[in-house]
C-alpha cells in the first residue's frame, strides 16, 4: 500500500482527501503545521508529499526546500489557493513536482497523484551514472566532476537523470517540462533552455560547445553519454 503524508491546516480539507485518498487504495498520514509535516517527512517513509503552500510555523515553500536541501527526493503536489504564477514557479523552482489550485476536483488531484507516482517509478532505477569525467549519484543527490563536487539545483538533478535515462534520444522541451517539473501548461519552455545551459556551464568542457547536452534545431535537446 503506498503511502502519502498530507500536510494541510484546514481541517475539512484533510478529512476530504483522506477519505478520497483512502478510497483508491493509499494509507494517508497527516500533518497540521509546517514545522509537524517536516519532521514526519524526515522520519518516516512516504510515496508522495501533498503540501500546502500557506501553512502555520513554517510555509509549503520552506518545507519543500529544506527537504530538497536534505535529500528527501519523495514527489511533493504542492496544494495552493493563490494564483500568483510566482508562487508556481517558485514552488517548482525549489523541488516539487507538480502542483494543484485550490478548488479543485477529486478527480484531479488522484490523476496528478497517480502521474507523480508513476514518474517516481518509472526513474527510480539507475541512481549512478558516469560520462565524460562526470559521476553523478541521483540517490545521494551528489554530481562529482575530475574529483570535485558539483552543485546542483534540485531541479537541475531531475533534468540531468531524465535526460541520462533517455540518453541518445531527443527531448522536446515540452516533453522535459512535463516529465521533469509535472505540468503540462507551465509558462514557459524558455524555463527548460535555461537548466539546460546552466548544466552545460557546471558539467560541460567547453559549454560553447557542448558534447553531452545537444541542441536539436527545432526538435529540443539530446543527451549523449
Not at 501553512?55 to 489557493?81: F, Y
Not at 517540462?177 to 509535472?182: F, S
Not at 537548466?195 to 560547445?209: C, S, T, V
Request: with cysteine.
Amino acid at each position: 500500500m503506498q503511502r502519502i503524508l498530507i500536510i494541510e491546516d484546514e481541517q475539512d480539507m484533510v478529512l476530504g482527501l483522506r477519505k478520497n485518498l483512502e478510497w483508491e487504495g493509499f494509507e494517508v498520514v497527516a500533518a497540521g503545521d509546517g514545522e509537524a509535516g517536516l519532521t514526519c517527512a524526515l522520519n518516516n517513509s512516504h510515496d508522495l508529499i501533498l503540501l500546502d503552500i500557506m501553512l502555520p510555523k513554517l510555509s509549503g515553500l520552506d518545507v519543500c526546500r529544506r527537504l530538497r536541501s536534505r535529500g528527501v527526493n519523495t514527489p511533493v503536489i504542492m496544494l495552493t489557493a493563490r494564483g500568483q504564477e510566482i508562487d508556481k514557479v517558485l514552488g517548482l523552482e525549489i523541488g516539487a513536482d507538480d502542483y494543484v489550485t485550490k478548488p479543485f476536483s477529486p478527480r484531479e488531484l488522484l490523476a496528478r497523484v497517480r502521474a507523480a507516482l508513476r514518474r517516481t517509478a518509472r526513474t527510480g532505477s539507475s541512481d549512478v551514472i558516469a560520462f565524460g569525467g562526470i559521476s553523478a549519484d541521483f540517490s545521494k543527490m551528489e554530481v562529482i566532476r575530475n574529483g570535485e563536487p558539483v552543485q546542483l539545483t534540485a531541479q537541475e538533478f531531475k533534468t540531468l537523470k531524465f535526460m541520462a535515462q533517455n540518453a541518445e534520444r531527443v527531448i522536446s522541451r515540452e516533453e522535459l517540462l512535463n516529465e521533469v517539473w509535472g505540468y503540462q501548461n507551465y509558462p514557459s519552455t524558455r524555463t527548460v533552455d535555461n537548466h539546460i545551459l546552466k548544466l552545460r556551464q557546471k558539467l560541460e568542457q567547453d559549454p560553447g560547445n557542448p558534447v553531452h547536452f545537444r541542441t536539436v534545431h527545432g526538435m529540443g535537446y539530446k543527451f549523449v553519454p
